[in-house]
């Protein structure tokens, strides 16, 4: 036997759903389409886009257990909700206002739910299915409902089989779909019988298929063939819960008082007159020790920079007398011929003229003037090809210098060149 409660929408009407037993409510455009005035125009027909909200009279939302929905506003509202056994007896009266977005004029009318209670509800066993190629909408129809109670009462075999909830997939969290391939949001759906869970629905249970379900995959159920032609179920969130072994919780709350404090006596507030603090013994543990310490470690830093330095003097007392005459004989070289490198009239030295032609491959030799004056020769000759012969300054017993010929090999190193110009001048 299938229980589902399905009314109409008409002016101040009362129905009489049970606790833990879906309750669905269609409010029809076409009813309330009367309560609007016509086109201007005898004989159109009348499509007017028409909206419904709808909230507990006297607040500005519906009960909790009560949900409603609207696709567009050219389509019917649905109010549905499983309520619990907390509100039986408690008639709940829903306003309903319907907004017509054409001549933007409404129309209200009261629903007054008388919420019901059996001792055969609610049922001890309960299957949430969550089927992936249908909206809440869709599936809150009376048709579409009765085909998917029918499939699972074929795999379940109870003698009681009732709807206990139908709630949209994003209301637990699931993301809109995209618009493409037309993909739907996804509904779950509480069913509830009085017979345990056949094997069938077991097998979701079983290690091959919780391995399946951990990788992401299909599991293999033998039943999934009976829902595959109308219904795709995703198996691996089905729920089966038996009430009948679930413990309940209690939250234990202390008794309400009364809201008035005990008679203990008088209020004293602390006096207004504070104690002075000392706040030495804080400036010294937070300044002064910090800038003695900092100021130590810079004495010592001073000291170790400019105290402990050796000094010129320390390290020529430590050096050899030969080896202070041969870097001071160096230093002296260096000095003479840094002065005769700024006379020279070239401009630039032979060694940084190329010696073939990098495009041709043609040798170039270096060419010199009739007047080729020793002064003017680089101190540092890369260029062997002088004609064999170069001016070398010879020193004169009355001090002056006159250039004297001298044939020298090309094979002569520039460092003997040196050697030989230091000694004449020396």
Known sequence: RVITIISRSHADRNVYPSAGVLFVHVLEREYFKGEFPPYPKPGDTSNDPITF??????????????????????????????????????????????YNRRTFETARHNLVINIMGTEEFPLPYQAEFYIKNMNVEEMLASEVLGDFLGAVKNVWQPERLNAINI????????????????????????????????????????????????????????????????????????SLVDITKVVPVHNSRPDPGTGVLPDI?????????????????????????PCAVALVLFVILGYSMCCRREGVEKR????????????????????????????????????????????????VPPIHPDSYESTSMPLMQTQTNLQNQIQIPQQQPSGMYTPASCVVPSSITHNSLYSMYMQENN
């Not at 006379?343 to 040798?363: A, D, K, M, Y």
């Open 265 to 289: 006596g008088e209020y004293n507030p602390p006096s207004e007159s504070l104690k002075s603090r000392d706040y030495f013994a804080d400036f010294l543990v937070t300044l002064a020790v």
């Open 167 to 238: 709630t949209s997939a994003l209301d637990r969290g699931g993301r809109v779909p995209l618009p493409i391939n037309n993909l739907k949001e996804g509904v779950y759906v509480m069913v509830g019988a009085d017979v345990p869970f056949s094997s069938c629905l077991r097998e979701v249970e079983t290690p091959q298929n919780q391995l399946r379900c951990s990788q992401e995959m299909e599991p293999v159920i033998t039943c999934d063939k009976k829902f595959r032609m109308q219904f795709h179920i995703d198996w691996c969130k089905i």
């Open 53 to 98: 909200n709808t909230n507990l009279k006297g607040y500005p939302d519906r009960p909790g257990w009560l949900r409603y929905i609207q696709r567009t506003p050219h389509s019917d509202g649905v109010l549905y909700g499983s309520p619990t056994a907390e509100h039986v007896g408690k008639p709940t009266i829903i306003e309903i206002t319907a």
């Open 316 to 363: 020529n007392m430590q050096t050899p007398d030969i080896q202070l005459v041969h870097h001071s004989s160096i230093q002296k070289s260096t000095k003479e011929l840094r002065s005769m490198s700024k006379h020279r009239e070239i401009s630039w030295p032979l060694s940084t003229l190329p010696v073939f032609n990098p495009v041709s491959g043609e040798v």
